[in-house]
T-cell receptor
Framework: GDSVTQMEGPVTLSEEAFLTINCTYT??????LFWYVQYPGEGLQLLLK?????DKGSNKGFEATYRKETTSFHLEKGSVQVSDSAVYFC??????????????FGKGTKLSVKP | KAGVTQTPRYLIKTRGQQVTLSCSPI?????VSWYQQTPGQGLQFLFE???????NKGNFPGRFSGRQFSNSRSEMNVSTLELGDSALYLC????????????FGPGTRLLVL
């Protein structure tokens, strides 16, 4: 079945460091890909998404490009801030011919940014 | 626009009891999905409701059930609670069309003693 694999944390960086969180997926069809972020004690917030190959999603300085050839959707940010400390989840949603596909999540990567 | 709201935010129950959780979607959203989040299993899909009908279901036992009302609000019920049901239960709403973004609520944290 479909699955998402992302690098396990925790990841600890200093402020202004470059961030990469790797995410790869397996899917039978043509999924949409998402990055969600979860701050302590809160639910999930959509960070960015891409719906087809070569699409680049971006938001708040974060970027990820949908790479069909490598089945990857790596999250990057050029300069992290303390406020970026959170758990990041990569997810996919399959195309079920028009109906809503459920989200399949990776295990999450905890990011801690030190001042 | 108000976001997805879930009530209650915290709940403590004992084994064998049942529990009902509530989710109010974003206005205009017709799809509500439920997810269970635990440290061991991560985020797992429970079920999705669209226009009062269950449209999609994950791999959970029949003790987990749900329903959706005509105003799109949804409830999730867990009967005969087990210790392993302790988790954060998240609901998400969307327009319900193909690959639409799902917007999550803050979750209900359930502790089973």
């Amino acid at each position: 079945g479909d699955s998402v694999t992302q690098m396990e944390g925790p990841v600890t960086l200093s402020e202004e460091a470059f961030l990469t969180i790797n995410c790869t997926y397996t899917a039978t069809g043509y999924p949409s890909l998402f990055w969600y972020v979860q701050y302590p004690g809160e639910g999930l917030q959509l960070l960015l998404k891409a719906t087809k190959a070569d699409d680049k999603g971006s938001n708040k300085g974060f970027e990820a490009t949908y790479r069909k050839e490598t089945t990857s959707f790596h999250l990057e940010k050029g300069s992290v801030q303390v406020s970026d400390s959170a758990v990041y989840f990569c997810a996919l949603s399959e195309d079920y011919g028009g109906s809503q596909g459920n989200l399949i999540f990776g295990k999450g990567t905890k990011l801690s940014v030190k001042p | 626009k108000a976001g997805v709201t879930q009530t209650p935010r915290y709940l403590i129950k004992t084994r064998g009891q049942q529990v009902t959780l509530s989710c109010s979607p974003i206005s205009g959203h017709r799809s509500v999905s439920w997810y269970q989040q635990t440290p061991g299993q991560g985020l797992q899909f429970l079920f999705e409701y669209f226009s009062e009908t269950q449209r999609n279901k994950g791999n959970f036992p029949g003790r987990f059930s749900g329903r959706q009302f005509s105003n799109s609000r949804s409830e999730m019920n867990v009967s005969t609670l087990e210790l392993g049901d302790s988790a954060l239960y998240l609901c998400a709403s969307s327009l319900g069309n193909q690959q639409e973004t799902q917007y999550f609520g803050p979750g209900t944290r359930l502790l089973v003693l």
